[in-house]
Structure formats: structure tokens, C-alpha cells
Nanobody
Framework: QVQLVESGGGLVQPGGSLRLSCGASGFTFSNFAMKWYRQAPGKERELVAAISSAGGSTNYADSVKGRFTISRDNVKNTVTLQMNSLKAEDTAVYYC??????????????WGQGTQVTVSS
């Protein structure tokens, strides 16, 4: 069974840090690009960070650039989002996403259940 399970969310004060982790099983993790999305209350889901299958390339939303770092371990089948200097606007449910391009116009993707991050005094 394919599983992506996020962990590490919780309540943190502004300026604090959290490390989110996503453990994968049931598919060939090293073939998939990995992404972190988030969805805040009343807002649409947005891409936060992405990393290529081998970890050679990363991309970040402008709003988190310089504060968040995405990384992966293809031996442990995990992807991590280190979140520093957290702001209230970072409050959201964070989702782990695995993506594989099969053919030119077809992608396979899997989603985790999400983990809540709340940044509040």
C-alpha cells in the first residue's frame, strides 16, 4: 500500500522553528520528485518547496525562500522540510506530495494526509 505520512507539525511561536518529515512506503521513492504544499484556512493549496528525485535541484516559493529548506534521503525514503523564522502566515496544513512523470502528458502522484503547523504567540 502506498503511504506518505507527515510528522513534526505542531504549535510554535513566531520566529521559532519546526522540522517536518514525510516517510514514504509502497513505491520507488527515489524515482519521484517530492514537494511540500500547504493550505491555510480559507486559502487555496500552494506549493512551498520541491526537490528533484536525486536531490540535485530545489525550488521554493518566494514567501519561504531563505527560511525553509527541503531535503531528502533516498535510503531512508524520507523528505524533510526545515522551517525557520516562522511567521503567523506560515500557519497551514502541510502536505507531502510525490510526483512521477510517466509520459509526456501523464503524471502519477501521491499525497500524504497532512500535518498541522500553527504559528502563534
Amino acid at each position: 500500500q502506498v503511504q506518505l505520512v507527515e510528522s513534526g507539525g505542531g504549535l510554535v511561536q513566531p520566529g521559532g522553528s519546526l522540522r517536518l518529515s514525510c516517510g514514504a512506503s509502497g513505491f520507488t521513492f527515489s524515482n519521484f520528485a517530492m514537494k511540500w504544499y500547504r493550505q491555510a484556512p480559507g486559502k487555496e493549496r500552494e506549493l512551498v518547496a520541491a526537490i528533484s528525485s536525486a536531490g540535485g535541484s530545489t525550488n521554493y516559493a518566494d514567501s519561504v525562500k531563505g527560511r525553509f529548506t527541503i531535503s531528502r534521503d533516498n535510503v531512508k525514503n524520507t523528505v524533510t522540510l526545515q522551517m525557520n523564522s516562522l511567521k503567523a502566515e506560515d500557519t497551514a496544513v502541510y502536505y507531502c506530495n510525490a510526483v512521477l512523470k510517466v509520459v509526456a502528458d501523464l503524471e502519477v502522484d501521491y499525497w500524504g494526509q497532512g500535518t498541522q503547523v500553527t504559528v502563534s504567540s
